[in-house]
Protein backbone atom coordinates (compact mmCIF):
# COMPACT_ATOMS: atom_id res chain seq x y z
CA UNK A 1 0.00 0.00 0.00
CA UNK A 2 1.82 3.24 -1.12
CA UNK A 3 0.45 6.74 -0.74
CA UNK A 4 -0.15 9.59 -2.93
CA UNK A 5 0.95 13.52 -2.61
CA UNK A 6 -2.03 14.42 -1.20
CA UNK A 7 -1.51 11.66 1.55
CA UNK A 8 -4.25 9.22 0.58
CA UNK A 9 -3.62 5.35 0.53
CA UNK A 10 -3.33 3.84 -3.06
CA UNK A 11 -3.79 0.41 -4.12
CA UNK A 12 -0.41 -1.48 -5.12
CA UNK A 13 0.13 -1.22 -8.53
CA UNK A 14 -0.71 -4.45 -10.28
CA UNK A 15 1.84 -5.97 -13.09
CA UNK A 16 0.04 -7.80 -16.32
CA UNK A 17 -3.62 -8.64 -17.22
CA UNK A 18 -4.14 -10.80 -13.81
CA UNK A 19 -6.09 -8.43 -11.17
CA UNK A 20 -6.67 -11.02 -8.59
CA UNK A 21 -4.03 -13.88 -8.63
CA UNK A 22 -5.76 -15.77 -5.76
CA UNK A 23 -9.05 -15.87 -7.97
CA UNK A 24 -6.98 -16.82 -10.90
CA UNK A 25 -5.14 -19.41 -9.25
CA UNK A 26 -8.17 -21.13 -7.68
CA UNK A 27 -10.02 -21.50 -10.83
CA UNK A 28 -7.10 -22.97 -12.67
CA UNK A 29 -6.52 -25.43 -9.68
CA UNK A 30 -10.57 -26.14 -10.43
CA UNK A 31 -10.18 -26.53 -14.26
CA UNK A 32 -7.64 -28.75 -13.38
CA UNK A 33 -9.68 -31.38 -11.21
CA UNK A 34 -12.77 -31.03 -13.35
CA UNK A 35 -10.02 -32.31 -16.58
CA UNK A 36 -8.81 -35.15 -14.24
CA UNK A 37 -12.36 -35.99 -13.12
CA UNK A 38 -13.04 -35.86 -16.65
CA UNK A 39 -10.41 -38.24 -18.07
CA UNK A 40 -10.48 -40.85 -15.23
CA UNK A 41 -14.27 -41.23 -16.08
CA UNK A 42 -13.52 -40.97 -19.99
CA UNK A 43 -14.31 -45.14 -20.02
CA UNK A 44 -17.37 -45.27 -18.04
CA UNK A 45 -21.04 -45.67 -19.01
CA UNK A 46 -23.15 -42.80 -18.75
CA UNK A 47 -26.65 -44.19 -19.05
CA UNK A 48 -29.59 -41.91 -18.95
CA UNK A 49 -31.94 -40.23 -16.97
CA UNK A 50 -34.00 -43.52 -15.84
CA UNK A 51 -30.96 -45.51 -15.83
CA UNK A 52 -28.16 -43.09 -14.88
CA UNK A 53 -24.39 -44.85 -15.20
CA UNK A 54 -21.68 -44.92 -13.39
CA UNK A 55 -20.19 -41.80 -15.23
CA UNK A 56 -22.94 -39.50 -15.42
CA UNK A 57 -22.63 -38.19 -11.56
CA UNK A 58 -19.11 -37.31 -11.86
CA UNK A 59 -18.85 -35.56 -15.35
CA UNK A 60 -21.80 -33.44 -14.37
CA UNK A 61 -19.76 -32.37 -11.20
CA UNK A 62 -16.91 -32.14 -13.27
CA UNK A 63 -18.92 -29.76 -15.62
CA UNK A 64 -19.76 -27.67 -12.68
CA UNK A 65 -16.52 -27.57 -11.16
CA UNK A 66 -14.80 -26.43 -14.55
CA UNK A 67 -17.61 -23.90 -15.21
CA UNK A 68 -16.93 -22.31 -12.06
CA UNK A 69 -13.33 -23.01 -11.94
CA UNK A 70 -13.75 -21.25 -15.56
CA UNK A 71 -15.80 -17.75 -13.72
CA UNK A 72 -13.03 -16.91 -11.21
CA UNK A 73 -10.24 -17.45 -14.14
CA UNK A 74 -12.51 -14.60 -16.32
CA UNK A 75 -13.82 -12.78 -13.03
CA UNK A 76 -9.58 -12.49 -12.03
CA UNK A 77 -8.48 -10.50 -15.37
CA UNK A 78 -12.05 -8.01 -14.90
CA UNK A 79 -11.43 -7.45 -10.94
CA UNK A 80 -9.76 -6.18 -8.50
CA UNK A 81 -9.23 -9.11 -5.69
CA UNK A 82 -6.70 -10.43 -3.47
CA UNK A 83 -3.38 -12.16 -4.00
CA UNK A 84 -2.09 -14.96 -3.63
CA UNK A 85 -1.13 -16.00 -0.02
CA UNK A 86 1.45 -18.19 1.43
CA UNK A 87 -0.42 -21.06 2.88
CA UNK A 88 0.55 -24.46 5.26
CA UNK A 89 0.61 -27.55 3.39
CA UNK A 90 -1.55 -29.49 5.68
CA UNK A 91 -4.81 -28.53 4.15
CA UNK A 92 -3.86 -30.10 0.69
CA UNK A 93 -1.90 -32.76 2.08
CA UNK A 94 -4.56 -33.74 5.00
CA UNK A 95 -7.84 -33.69 2.03
CA UNK A 96 -5.41 -36.10 -0.18
CA UNK A 97 -5.25 -38.12 2.85
CA UNK A 98 -8.59 -38.31 2.94
CA UNK A 99 -9.16 -39.22 -0.81
CA UNK A 100 -6.84 -41.92 -0.55
CA UNK A 101 -8.40 -43.23 2.04
CA UNK A 102 -11.79 -43.38 0.83
CA UNK A 103 -10.51 -44.93 -2.57
CA UNK A 104 -8.31 -47.85 -0.77
CA UNK A 105 -11.53 -48.36 1.81
CA UNK A 106 -14.37 -48.48 -0.55
CA UNK A 107 -13.70 -51.33 -2.70
CA UNK A 108 -10.92 -54.09 -2.10
CA UNK A 109 -7.60 -52.71 -2.53
CA UNK A 110 -4.16 -54.59 -2.50
CA UNK A 111 -0.15 -53.41 -3.39
CA UNK A 112 1.70 -55.54 -3.22
CA UNK A 113 1.72 -57.90 -0.72
CA UNK A 114 -0.63 -55.45 1.32
CA UNK A 115 -4.14 -56.52 0.48
CA UNK A 116 -7.63 -54.55 2.36
CA UNK A 117 -11.47 -55.66 2.08
CA UNK A 118 -13.86 -53.64 0.24
CA UNK A 119 -15.49 -51.91 3.22
CA UNK A 120 -17.71 -50.05 1.42
CA UNK A 121 -19.48 -46.70 2.00
CA UNK A 122 -20.32 -46.92 5.44
CA UNK A 123 -16.96 -47.06 6.88
CA UNK A 124 -15.37 -45.26 3.65
CA UNK A 125 -17.60 -42.16 4.22
CA UNK A 126 -17.33 -41.44 7.61
CA UNK A 127 -13.23 -42.42 7.54
CA UNK A 128 -13.12 -39.61 4.42
CA UNK A 129 -14.91 -36.86 6.66
CA UNK A 130 -13.33 -37.26 9.64
CA UNK A 131 -9.85 -37.78 8.11
CA UNK A 132 -10.38 -34.98 5.33
CA UNK A 133 -11.97 -32.04 8.55
CA UNK A 134 -8.62 -31.91 10.04
CA UNK A 135 -7.40 -30.09 7.60
CA UNK A 136 -8.13 -26.97 9.89
CA UNK A 137 -6.36 -26.51 13.13
CA UNK A 138 -9.13 -25.80 14.85
CA UNK A 139 -11.00 -29.19 14.00
CA UNK A 140 -13.45 -30.59 16.61
CA UNK A 141 -14.03 -34.04 16.40
CA UNK A 142 -18.19 -34.21 17.66
CA UNK A 143 -19.25 -31.63 14.76
CA UNK A 144 -17.17 -34.17 12.89
CA UNK A 145 -18.66 -37.02 13.63
CA UNK A 146 -22.17 -35.27 13.76
CA UNK A 147 -21.60 -34.51 9.86
CA UNK A 148 -20.02 -37.84 9.01
CA UNK A 149 -22.74 -39.68 10.48
CA UNK A 150 -25.68 -37.65 8.66
CA UNK A 151 -23.73 -37.04 5.32
CA UNK A 152 -22.94 -40.56 4.93
CA UNK A 153 -26.57 -42.23 5.29
CA UNK A 154 -28.17 -39.42 2.63
CA UNK A 155 -25.14 -40.34 0.36
CA UNK A 156 -26.31 -44.36 0.38
CA UNK A 157 -29.87 -43.40 0.32
CA UNK A 158 -29.10 -41.39 -2.58
CA UNK A 159 -26.77 -43.19 -4.59
CA UNK A 160 -27.97 -46.79 -3.67
CA UNK A 161 -31.67 -46.87 -3.32
CA UNK A 162 -33.11 -44.24 -5.33
CA UNK A 163 -30.29 -43.96 -7.96
CA UNK A 164 -29.22 -47.99 -8.27
CA UNK A 165 -25.78 -46.76 -8.90
CA UNK A 166 -23.08 -49.56 -8.70
CA UNK A 167 -21.56 -48.07 -5.85
CA UNK A 168 -20.33 -50.77 -3.03
CA UNK A 169 -22.32 -49.98 0.52
CA UNK A 170 -21.15 -52.28 3.09
CA UNK A 171 -19.52 -55.60 3.02
CA UNK A 172 -21.05 -58.99 2.31
CA UNK A 173 -20.11 -59.92 6.24
CA UNK A 174 -21.50 -57.00 7.65
CA UNK A 175 -25.09 -57.98 5.75
CA UNK A 176 -24.74 -61.71 6.92
CA UNK A 177 -25.51 -59.82 10.48
CA UNK A 178 -29.21 -59.14 9.31
CA UNK A 179 -31.72 -61.62 8.88
CA UNK A 180 -31.67 -63.46 5.60
CA UNK A 181 -34.96 -62.41 4.51
CA UNK A 182 -33.84 -58.94 4.36
CA UNK A 183 -33.20 -57.31 1.21
CA UNK A 184 -29.66 -55.50 0.32
CA UNK A 185 -31.94 -52.18 -0.09
CA UNK A 186 -33.67 -52.95 3.75
CA UNK A 187 -30.25 -53.64 5.02
CA UNK A 188 -29.35 -50.01 3.00
CA UNK A 189 -32.12 -48.17 4.85
CA UNK A 190 -31.97 -49.57 8.17
CA UNK A 191 -28.04 -48.58 8.08
CA UNK A 192 -29.10 -45.12 7.20
CA UNK A 193 -31.20 -45.11 9.92
CA UNK A 194 -29.01 -46.19 12.63
CA UNK A 195 -26.42 -43.71 11.65
CA UNK A 196 -28.87 -40.93 11.04
CA UNK A 197 -29.98 -41.55 15.00
CA UNK A 198 -26.66 -41.80 16.17
CA UNK A 199 -25.94 -38.44 15.01
CA UNK A 200 -28.67 -37.02 16.14
CA UNK A 201 -28.12 -38.40 19.61
CA UNK A 202 -24.52 -36.98 19.68
CA UNK A 203 -25.91 -33.72 18.30
CA UNK A 204 -28.76 -33.61 21.50
CA UNK A 205 -26.15 -34.85 23.97
CA UNK A 206 -23.58 -32.07 22.60
CA UNK A 207 -25.98 -29.00 23.13
CA UNK A 208 -24.83 -26.52 25.78
CA UNK A 209 -26.54 -27.46 29.08
CA UNK A 210 -27.64 -23.74 30.64
CA UNK A 211 -24.97 -22.32 33.89
CA UNK A 212 -25.91 -22.61 37.13
CA UNK A 213 -23.24 -20.56 38.11
CA UNK A 214 -24.99 -16.90 39.48
CA UNK A 215 -23.12 -13.79 39.60
CA UNK A 216 -23.14 -12.09 43.48
CA UNK A 217 -22.91 -8.45 43.17
CA UNK A 218 -20.20 -6.82 45.70
CA UNK A 219 -20.30 -3.81 47.52
CA UNK A 220 -18.33 -2.09 45.42
CA UNK A 221 -21.07 -2.51 42.50
CA UNK A 222 -18.96 -4.70 40.25
CA UNK A 223 -20.10 -8.04 39.13
Known sequence: MSLSPQGVAQPPMRRGP???????????????????????ARNLPQGSLRSMGPAMLPDWLAYGVGACGFALVVMSLLRDGEALAKSSLRGPVVVLLAILAFAMTIRPFSLGAMGLPGLGMVVAGPLAIIIGGYATPDVRLRPLLILALSLTPFCMVLFG????????????SFANLFPASWSQKEILRATAVVMAIAALA??????????NRIDVVDHSGTM
Not at 161 to 172: R, S
Not at 202 to 211: W, Y
Open 202 to 211: LFLTGRRRPS
Open 161 to 172: DLLNLPIPIFPQ
Open 18 to 40: IRSTQNFAGGLFLLALAALALYL
